[in-house]
C-alpha cells in the first residue's frame, strides 16, 4: 500500500509546485511557458490546416479540369481500341473517356495565341470534366460560363475556350477561328504546308486557375484525331471516381486490371505545382516549431529555477526515503501537467479560428478568394507528439540536476 500512497503525494507536490500560491492553478513563473505552449500548438494547427485547405484547392481545380486519374500506354504512344478500355473501366464502377492531346495554334484576324487542345466525346467528357459543365453559381471553381457543348453543332465543328484564351484573342460565341498545326505536313504545289481547321466558338469555361483559362480548350475528338494523324486512337484515357480525395487507393484497385498500361492520378499532371504546396506545408510546419522550441526554454528555465529553490525541501524528501527516480517523475508530471494544459489550450484557440473561417468565410485573399481550411485529424496527433517529445527533451537538464542534490548535507546546512 506504500507505493500508491506515494506515487498520490508525488501527484500532489508536482500540482503545487505548478501553481504555487496562484489561485489560477499555473503560477505566474510558468504563465509565459504556457502562453508560449498554446500559441505554439495554435500555429501549428492552423498553418498546416490552412495548408491542407490550399492542397484541396488545388486538387479541385486540376481534378476539375484534367480529370482525377489517367491511363496510357507506358511507352508514351496512342491507345488503340480504346473503347474497350472504357467499357471495362466502367465495369469497375468508374467514369473514363479516351482524350487527344494537340499542341496547336489559334488564330482569329491578326490575333494568334498557343494552345493545348484536348479532342473529346463531350456527353463522355462531361462527367469527368466539371469545367465542362454549367456553373451552379456565380462563386464555383469552374464550370461554362457561357454556352453549352449540348448542340450537335459542337460535335460537327465546335470548340469550348478557356476564358483568359477567349479575351487574349478577343473572341466570343458564335464567332469562328482557326486552328492551325504548328507542324508543316500537308502536300502542296506549293510545298507542305500546316494542316488547319475551321472551328467556332460554342462554349467559353472558367477553370479556376489562370494558366490553364490562358491556354487549354476542347474540340471534338475526330477534329484533335485528324492533326495527329488517328485512325481511331487516342492519345490517354481520363479516369473518375466517386471519391477523389481517395485517388491512390483508386490507382491501387484499378492497376492489377490494366497490368500493361501506366496509371496517374491528379498530383502527377501538374507535379511542380502540387510538389510546391507540399514543401511549403513542411517548411512552415519547421518554421514554426521554433515557437514552440522557445517555450521549451523557458520551461527548462522554469524547472531549473525551481529545483534551485526547492533544494532544501527535495533534500528533505530523499531524507524521508524518496528515491532520484521519483523526484524526476515529480517534475515530469508538472512538465506534462503544464504542457498538456498548453495543448488543450491551444487545439480549442485554433478549431475554434479554423471554424469560424470555415463557416462564415471571415477572411479572404481578394473579393472572390477565401482562404481555404481542411481540419486533418493527423495534423493534430502529429502536433500534440510533437509537444511532449520537445517537453521531454526540454527537462532532461533540470531532471539531471536532481541526482546532485546531496540531502544529508542539506539538513545539516540548515540545521
Keep these: ?115 493545348l487542345v484536348f479532342g473529346i466525346d463531350a456527353q463522355k467528357q462531361r462527367k469527368l470534366s466539371p469545367v465542362l459543365q454549367h456553373q451552379a453559381s456565380g462563386t464555383a471553381l469552374h464550370g461554362i460560363v457561357a454556352g453549352s457543348l449540348d448542340s450537335a453543332e459542337f460535335m460537327e465543328r465546335g470548340i469550348a475556350i478557356g476564358s483568359g484564351l477567349a479575351g487574349e484573342l478577343g473572341l466570343y460565341l458564335g464567332d469562328e477561328l482557326q486552328i492551325i498545326s504548328p507542324i508543316f505536313n500537308i502536300p502542296t504545289p506549293f510545298g507542305l504546308l500546316p494542316k488547319v481547321e475551321v472551328v467556332e466558338v460554342m462554349a467559353i469555361f472558367s477553370a479556376g486557375m489562370p494558366e490553364y483559362d490562358q491556354s487549354y480548350c476542347f474540340v471534338p475528338r475526330a477534329i484533335a484525331q485528324g492533326f495527329n494523324a488517328y485512325a481511331d486512337e487516342v492519345d490517354y484515357i481520363e479516369i473518375r471516381s466517386d471519391d477523389p480525395t481517395r485517388s491512390r487507393m483508386h490507382l491501387k484497385k484499378l492497376q492489377p486490371l490494366f497490368p500493361d498500361y501506366k496509371l496517374e492520378d491528379w498530383s502527377s499532371f501538374d507535379a511542380s505545382l502540387y510538389g510546391a504546396i507540399r514543401f511549403e506545408k513542411y517548411l512552415m510546419f519547421i518554421i514554426l516549431l521554433f515557437m514552440f522550441i522557445i517555450a521549451s526554454f523557458n520551461l527548462t528555465g522554469s524547472l531549473l529555477k525551481t529545483i534551485s529553490f526547492k533544494k532544501s525541501e527535495l533534500g528533505l524528501l530523499k531524507a524521508l526515503g524518496y528515491k532520484d527516480k521519483e523526484l524526476r517523475q515529480l517534475f515530469l508530471r508538472q512538465a506534462f501537467m503544464l504542457c498538456t494544459l498548453g495543448i488543450i489550450i491551444g487545439l480549442i484557440l485554433s478549431s475554434v479560428l479554423l471554424i469560424i473561417q470555415d463557416r462564415t468565410a471571415l477572411v479572404k485573399l481578394d473579393q472572390a478568394i477565401v482562404l481555404p481550411v481542411q481540419i486533418q485529424i493527423s495534423d493534430y496527433l502529429l502536433v500534440i507528439a510533437v509537444s511532449y517529445l520537445l517537453t521531454w527533451l526540454s527537462i532532461l537538464l533540470p531532471l539531471s540536476r536532481l541526482s546532485k542534490i546531496n540531502a544529508v548535507e542539506l539538513i545539516r546546512r540548515n540545521a
Design 1 to 115: 500500500m506504500k507505493k500508491p500512497i506515494r506515487n498520490a503525494s508525488i501527484t500532489f507536490l508536482a500540482r503545487k509546485y505548478l501553481g504555487g500560491r496562484s489561485r489560477l492553478g499555473v503560477s505566474r513563473s510558468h504563465i509565459l511557458t504556457l502562453c508560449g505552449i498554446a500559441l505554439g500548438v495554435m500555429a501549428l494547427i492552423t498553418v498546416s490546416s490552412v495548408m491542407n485547405g490550399f492542397r484541396a484547392d488545388i486538387r479541385e481545380r486540376i481534378i476539375g479540369t484534367l480529370s482525377e486519374m489517367r491511363l496510357s500506354a507506358p511507352d508514351g504512344k496512342s491507345i488503340a481500341g480504346y473503347e474497350q478500355l472504357e467499357e471495362r473501366i466502367s465495369v469497375a464502377g468508374y467514369h473514363a473517356a479516351g482524350v487527344v492531346r494537340c499542341e496547336l495554334l489559334l488564330k482569329n484576324g491578326d490575333q494568334m495565341a498557343p494552345a
